[in-house]
Structure formats: C-alpha cells, structure tokens
C-alpha cells in the first residue's frame, strides 16, 4: 500500500444525478485532491443501483489506500453488498459505511484529503451522525 | 528545554466574510495535518477545526469574532494555518 496515496470514495444513489452532485460537492469542499466517483442509477439510466457501475467506480476510485463505500438509502446497500461478497477483482480494501449521504461524503472526503487511512476516513463519514447544521 | 509538547496557542479573528462549504473544506484539511488538536469557538460554541460538518455548523458570519486554539507540538503553526484561512477564505466566499 502507497503510504502517500488518499483513499478514495464511492458515491453509490439510485440517482445518477444526486451522486454526481454529491460528488462535486464534496470533492470542491474537499479541495479536489481526492477522487469521488458517483455510481448512480441503473445502466439504462433509470433509478436503481447497479453493480456494473459501482464495481467500475471502485477500480476509477482506487489510488492504493482504499476505497470507502457511501450508499443512499438501504437498498444500494444490498447491491453493494452482493459486490463485495465476491471481491476477487476489486482493489482492497474495500468498505461499505453506515453514514449519511451528502454530510457522510463530505466529511470522508475532507478527511481523505488530509492524508487520513480508511479507518479514520469511515469514522468521519460515522460521525456525521451527530452533526447538526442548526 | 522542557518538552513543548503542552503549548498552547490562541488567536482571535475577525471575519471579513461569511464561512461558507469551501473555506470550512480547506480549514479542516489543513487543520487534520497537525498533531495538536485545534478548535475554532464563535460565540460560546466551540468545535474541532478537524470536522468540517462542525465548522460548517458554527454557522459563523461576516464581523463575528472566531477564536482558533491550539494544543500540542505543533500548536503554533496550527494555528497560523488555520487563521490564514480565515482570513483569505471568508473574503471571497463560496
């Protein structure tokens, strides 16, 4: 593993057009240093998730040091989870969080910027949780 | 010597901008660089400077007052970094 690589992040919505947002935005908040890759919609561009798009996201995603997982609601998990259970041509490693969709991205992505390994990258994304904006 | 490893370092800022999504981005990367643990307090909040949900939940506008602290080796330039944030960041916005 490249000491000096970020971890990457995966955006995975049944949108196409709110992981490409939500990945612009956090990659401007985070400064641009860290690839966000959007997985949204399904392969004839309809909403849904897909595993084809996501496993491409990892691979674009992946710099050395990991690649960390943002779903948006419950059923991305499952396609994720379908992916990761065979995980033989993915880069590792490779985690799903349990976070937040847009503040979950954003933190990972400001703390993969700082240089920060994939646990303290998805530890950021779970403790967006108990951020408040108010 | 002692070992400088308690330093302290405090400053006030005063915004000249309101601290929008890029700024607090910025300041928090820079921030998670050092080893001190760094916070910003506005009003009688205050936040780790390392979270950016945090700085960006300070809500912190144009004219307030924002203390950055500093505690650790490298409190010092923690906290030059940070403030020169501050002030460059919330005087384009964004």
Known sequence: ?134 | MPASSEQVVTQVITLTGDLHARPAGQLAVAAAKFDADVSLTVGDRTVSAKSVLAVMGLGATSGQQVTAAATGPDAEPAVAAVVAILADATAVGG
């Not at chain 1, 392969?43 to 496993?55: C, I, Q, R």
């Not at chain 1, 990991?66 to 419950?74: A, E, K, N, Q, W």
Request: glycine share 12%; aromatic share 2%.
């Open chain 1, 1 to 134: 593993m490249n000491p000096d690589a970020t971890v990457g992040i995966v955006l995975v919505s049944h949108s196409a057009a709110l992981a490409e947002g939500a990945a612009e935005l956090a990659s401007q908040v985070a400064g641009g240093t860290v690839p966000v890759i959007p997985a949204g919609g399904t392969d004839d561009g309809g909403l849904g998730t897909s595993a084809a798009k996501v496993e491409r996201a990892i691979k674009q995603a992946d710099r050395g040091a990991g690649v960390l997982i943002v779903p948006d609601l419950g059923s991305a998990v499952l396609t994720v989870r379908a992916l990761l259970a065979d995980p033989e041509d993915l880069p590792g490693p490779v985690e799903l969080v349990d976070a937040p969709f847009i503040e979950g991205v954003v933190a990972a992505t400001v703390t993969a910027a700082a240089g920060a390994d994939i646990a303290a990258v998805r530890g950021a994304a779970e403790e967006a949780w108990h951020a408040r904006k108010l």
